[in-house]
DNA sequence: TGCGTTATTGTAAACGTTTACAATCGTGCT
DNA sequence: AGCACGATTGTAAACGTTTACAATAACGCA
């Protein structure tokens, strides 16, 4: 059964297997009666067509493969949605690679563009070696690659992107704690080798710094994006000699960690330590208290990111590059208040 | 750049394109001089192979399908870490659709699977039309599907399957719930349309028949999967004029919206009302206070489900059939304590 | 040296589509 | 009726591999 090709359709239908073709992809070229025809031998036969010989002689697989840090992330997860619901409008199937374990993805990506098993690659994560491998391509400025929520490195700075403005955004994040009154404000970024980490950390300490408020040795901690790894941050933070009021975390997992250690620590949270978070995923309105956090239009990301990328596959290089900035918000919940003291 | 094919080889290296295809796929079969020079010219023209010509040619694509409820829920997301390193360990790569949304998927997935574009499929979500679709295939019980967590429904019990006992396990959590003393114990279980949400109810429901405790009416509700259709029920749960004093919530998820619920209406946990999860996603140990919870070998499943099915894709349908039971484990936190009254 | 055997290479077909081009058909017009 | 033209169909090539089979080269042995 699965092996009744089109020159089977074509015997039965009494047409040559062309006119079977254009019957299912350009029926307008084709007279109704004959159409009929076919479609009763596409019936009979229980024929479809072979989609590994499709892709291969157009040249096109319909999917496109998105790179991102951890599947795991509400975050990203939130992008994928809406990620797949532009790619299921526009006909694309969605692979997904994670950059989190092995560091082979990085070749293994670039040889999955170049030999064309897709169309077109989404980069949530910023995978480092890529940048080299992929610019050593050379035409490599107009591969189908877009950039999505990282900020760009400077080898991909040629590629389209969407992301908030994220050094605005921890700016944003960390007035709102000096406005409550805070003056002793930490920070738990997520991981050295992340860009996205990087620019909330620039944001943070341009904000502090506005405000003339110091940043002691020991505010500053890694929390490797984890709720486990921004538990160890918030209890070497806890035990600092000076002990911050407020703590700034790099997301939203990491704020989960940070809230239950803070209480682990018999404080309480928003009482004696506030807590900020960032990402707003569905879980922050639901932790204890409710996190008060910076709420990225995820699914809005993730759907223009993949149009932009079809743009990008249809269009060739014709297209813009210039990245696109999509706006943030201030969520205000309850895991923060005005310091005690 | 990109397109140099095997000719250009052929040609640069001055063997016929054979040569060449052997000379990369089967080195034994020539000779070390003309390995060398083909190997030369490859480096030389920047050559890699086309694969969708070879997909086409090997008619594979060593790409699977996973079809799961959601690529939202924890759960899932570590069942698909399972798969994942499975996947990569045998040249896998890993195309995820969701059911959730459209109901399109179900053809779309047959569909994918009958023109090979994929080689094989984790089931993870029932997906109901799927299985008339499937069955309606001549020789379906030779195709490489296998089912991964979800009980199995009448249709697809051909097909090998890796998963909990779930009946048992929701028995095991409301028997818990039983020994601490409870009597009045509801549960908020999935989606009607859910069979691993029945298995569970049905536990449930065995543990309180066999224990003679009675089930009210309106203490058995749908809580949609979700954060937000769990507080829903539980809402309805709260204002039951004869309250329970424990709720078993069939996933995680729901449970942590139930949790917060019931906060909400100004009653703590486990103090006034006992709740009690499913699936121990990561969450589960930071939400307030701790959930208690029936744990999954999540990533397990995911390895296992993914061996199974390249044994089912190498092997064909020579392969066992029989559904593979991993263990659960009930992991006590402290969201359950003895009733108050 | 010549023969048989094996190792290595080349030739050409095949996989199932799509599509440029040529051939045919049908229709309306004079 | 004959012609022109457009609509419809058929023929055959092409896409880039892999691989069965044939051809050749290399080698050992008498």
Redesign the interface.
């Given at each position: 059964?699965?092996n009744v090709s089109i020159k089977e359709v074509a015997r039965l239908a009494d047409v040559s297997i062309a006119t079977v073709s254009r019957s299912i992809n350009n029926p307008e070229q084709v007279t109704e009666k004959t159409r009929l025809k076919v479609q009763d031998a596409i019936a009979k036969t229980g024929y479809?067509?072979?989609?590994?010989?499709q892709?291969?002689r157009r040249?096109r697989?319909n999917?496109v493969m998105v790179v991102l840090p951890s599947?795991?992330d509400?975050f990203f997860?939130?992008v994928?949605?809406g990620i797949?619901?532009a790619a299921?409008n526009k006909g694309y199937?969605?692979?997904?690679?994670?950059t989190q374990?092995?560091t082979l993805t990085a070749d293994e990506i670039g040889?999955?563009l170049?030999?064309?098993?897709t169309d077109g690659i989404i980069l949530l994560a910023s995978v480092s070696p890529f940048g080299t491998e992929i610019s050593s391509?050379?035409?490599h400025r107009q591969l189908p690659i877009v950039i999505g929520c990282e900020t760009i490195s400077p080898e991909l700075a040629d590629f389209p992107s969407v992301h908030i403005d994220n050094i605005a955004a921890a700016k944003e994040a960390t007035n709102y704690l000096i406005s409550q009154g805070h003056k002793r404000i930490a920070m738990i970024y997520g991981q050295e080798s992340s860009l996205l980490t990087k620019d909330r950390e620039l944001g943070y300490r341009a904000a502090m710094k506005q405000a003339k408020l110091p940043i002691a040795d020991g505010w500053v901690v890694e929390g490797e994006l984890t709720?486990a790894g921004a538990r160890k941050a918030t209890r070497n933070l806890m035990s600092h000699n000076d002990r911050p009021t407020a703590i700034f975390c790099a997301n939203d997992e990491m704020a989960?960690?940070c809230?239950?250690e803070v209480?682990s620590a018999g404080l309480s949270v928003p009482e004696d330590v506030s807590v900020i978070g960032f990402d707003d995923i569905?879980?922050a309105e639901?932790?204890?208290p409710p996190l008060t956090t910076i709420s990225q239009p995820a699914e809005e990301i993730g759907e223009r990111v993949m149009y932009r990328l079809c743009r990008r596959i249809d269009a060739g290089n014709g297209t813009s590059s210039a990245p696109e900035i999509v706006p943030h918000k201030l969520v205000i919940r309850q895991s923060v208040a005005k310091p005690a003291n």
């Open positions: 059964m699965p479809s067509p072979n989609k590994l010989a892709n291969f040249g697989t999917m599947v795991g509400p997860t939130a994928m949605k797949r619901a299921r199937s969605v692979v997904i690679e994670e374990l092995n040889a999955m170049v030999s064309n098993q391509a050379k035409s709720i989960i960690g809230l239950h209480k569905r879980y639901v932790t204890d």
